[in-house]
T-cell receptor, first 115, second 111 residues
Framework: NAGVTQTPKFRILKIGQSMTLQCAQDMNHNYMYWYRQDPGMGLKLIYYSVGAGITDKGEVPNGYNVSRSTTEDFPLRLELAAPSQTSVYFC??????????????FGPGTRLTVL | GQQVMQIPQYQHVQEGEDFTTYCNSSTTLSNIQWYKQRPGGHPVFLIQLVKSGEVKKQKRLTFQFGEAKKNSSLHITATQTTDVGTYFCAGRQTGANNLFFGTGTRLTVIP
């Protein structure tokens, strides 16, 4: 299994440009998440999904959009990029059921700079 | 809204010294997880605690969940250079779909 994969690894955007960060998992996990991590800071939840076709906002959703058309893929869309969106973006997935440990597996991250 | 705070924010220790990070939630948690992030890497799951007062050990790491299920701690005995990284706690409210990550404690081990 590849686990959680993210593309691209690095990206530089100009203010006002748009882009899509790709995330895929091959573990048949029902839950998927997008976090951003600013330098030296913790993780902030942007959006999450509990299954295909279902998404919900996290702590910091403004300026982002997501979709979940399949179990495997959970792309994050940035519209009209702003310098405040400069960050490292992590995608994660987990299997949440009635019991047991719902470990979150993280992708390697996308380092985004908006100039 | 829910907040999860960690202290200290930074800790520098000599190799061989012990290290402890503390996690405090503003609300009661159904469970708490701990993750480690190496410099330049991504968070990696360490453990989950569910029961009030639970204590779990992984080699030199000891994890505790408070009796009120609002706080937790991670203690590392005799630190090694491989312990370097940022340690995050992440708490889940009862019935919630997502975790709230703590602010993290960055550990530096001086050889």
């Amino acid at each position: 299994n590849a686990g959680v994969t993210q593309t691209p690894k690095f990206r530089i955007l100009k203010i006002g440009q748009s882009m899509t960060l790709q995330c895929a998992q091959d573990m048949n996990h029902n839950y998927m998440y997008w976090y951003r991590q600013d330098p030296g800071m913790g993780l902030k939840l942007i959006y999450y999904s509990v299954g295909a076709g279902i998404t919900d906002k996290g702590e910091v959703p403004n300026g982002y959009n997501v979709s979940r058309s399949t179990t495997e893929d959970f792309p994050l869309r940035l519209e009209l990029a702003a310098p405040s969106q400069t960050s490292v973006y992590f995608c994660a997935s987990s299997y949440l059921s009635g019991g047991g440990t719902d470990t979150q597996y993280f992708g390697p991250g996308t380092r985004l700079t908006v100039l | 809204g829910q907040q999860v705070m960690q202290i200290p924010q930074y800790q520098h220790v000599q190799e061989g010294e012990d290290f402890t990070t503390y996690c405090n939630s503003s609300t009661t948690l159904s469970n708490i997880q701990w993750y480690k992030q190496r410099p330049g890497g991504h968070p990696v799951f360490l453990i989950q605690l569910v029961k009030s007062g639970e204590v779990k050990k992984q080699k030199r790491l000891t994890f505790q969940f408070g009796e009120a299920k609002k706080n937790s701690s991670l203690h590392i005995t005799a630190t090694q250079t491989t312990d370097v990284g940022t340690y995050f706690c992440a708490g889940r409210q009862t019935g919630a779909n997502n975790l709230f990550f703590g602010t993290g404690t960055r550990l530096t081990v001086i050889p």
